[in-house]
Structure formats: structure tokens, C-alpha cells
């Protein structure tokens, strides 16, 4: 007989809780907040992300945009990213991250109450790497990309995921991808 597969968005039979899967917060579990279009990044696509990058993040400076579960960005921490700005508007999605914060003792995770497009418009910061994991078939991936170019250091890399194929701006190339269920995901290298 086959074991029933437990939902994407579980980590150990519990719904809303993800699995970090690799660094120095290994194995631990993040709890977030059941809403609308919030669909964590699965583990199978984020070890995969991780093998692109090269596993581990020495001293990086990341953006987790749209940052719901956190997944990413406390992924990107676990690997030794020096910093991690999360953005997040929703305020039990906050509060979440927040909390997971403090569980894991993450300093180097800054959580700002914000939505992404407005502060993009008004940062003149630039990271290492992004994650654009916009709410699932929100459309806002494209829109994010076409001013992405300023906010990433020069050979900076930004990691998308949506519904639909990812199509890499002009000023970006697509260093890999892939497609797990509805959702694609690309890693795109700034030129």
C-alpha cells in the first residue's frame, strides 16, 4: 500500500509549516498563516535553487520579497547570508516571521512591514541575490522584474517563481529553470 503524500504547503503531516532543508537552522520548522495565494516554495524546489547557487551564502546580501512562510530567506540565512531584508505587507504573515526569527535566533533577518512594489520604487539598496515569489498567479512577477536590474550588484542573481514561464527582462539572463506542478521558477543572472 502507498503512504498518502502530504500537502505542499506541510512539514510533518502539519499544515502550514515548512521544513528549512539545509545550513545551520536545518530541520527546523517554520509555522505561517493559512491565506489566499500563499504557497511556500516545496523543499524539492528549493534544494534545487540551492544546488544552483552553490549551497551556501557567505556574507550574502539577500531580498525576500513577498516573503509569506519566509521559506526562502530563512533558507538563504540558514547558509550563512550575512543579511536578509523580508518584505511582507500582511500582517499574520509578520507576525509569523517575527516569531520564527526569534526561534531561531536569525539577526541577520530584517522583516519590514511593507508592500513590495512600493518599496522597491523608493530603496536605493543593492543585494546579491533576490527571491520574487509574488502571490501564487498574482501576475506581479513581471512587474517586479522590470526594474529588478538596479536593486541586484553587478553579477547579482534574482530567483523567480510564478505560474507561468518565466521570461527573463531585458538587462537579465536565465541561468537555469525548472517546473514542479503549476508553478516555474527561474534563476536569472543580471548581465
Known amino acids: 500500500m502507498l503512504a498518502k503524500r502530504a500537502a505542499p504547503h506541510c ?12 545550513g545551520q537552522y536545518r530541520r527546523r520548522l517554520l509555522d505561517f498563516p493559512g491565506s489566499a495565494g500563499l504557497r511556500p516554495t ?18 550574502w546580501n539577500c531580498l ?5 512562510s519566509g521559506a526562502l530567506g ?4 540558514s547558509r ?11 500582517r499574520a504573515a509578520l507576525d509569523a516571521l517575527e516569531k520564527n526569527r ?11 512591514r511593507a508592500d ?8 536605493h539598496e543593492a543585494f546579491d541575490l533576490i527571491f520574487v515569489d509574488p502571490p501564487f498567479d498574482s501576475g ?13 550588484k553587478s553579477g547579482g542573481q534574482a530567483y523567480v517563481e510564478q505560474g507561468a514561464e518565466v521570461i527573463a527582462p531585458p538587462g537579465f539572463i536565465i541561468h537555469r529553470s525548472g517546473r514542479a506542478g503549476r508553478s516555474h521558477f527561474a534563476l536569472l543572472v543580471k548581465e
Open 11 to 22: 512539514a510533518h503531516g502539519v499544515a502550514n509549516r515548512v521544513r528549512i532543508i539545509g
Open 42 to 59: 516545496p523543499d524539492r524546489v528549493r534544494e534545487t535553487l540551492f544546488n544552483w547557487l552553490g549551497q551556501d551564502l557567505p556574507g
Open 64 to 68: 525576500d520579497l513577498f516573503a509569506g
Open 74 to 77: 530563512f533558507e538563504a540565512a
Open 80 to 90: 550563512g547570508a550575512g543579511r536578509v531584508v523580508m518584505i511582507e505587507r500582511e
Open 102 to 112: 526569534e526561534v531561531l535566533g536569525a539577526n541577520q533577518v530584517d522583516i519590514l
Open 116 to 123: 513590495a512594489l512600493a518599496w522597491l520604487a523608493n530603496s
Open 140 to 152: 506581479l512577477a513581471d512587474t517586479v522584474l522590470v526594474g529588478l536590474a538596479r536593486h541586484l
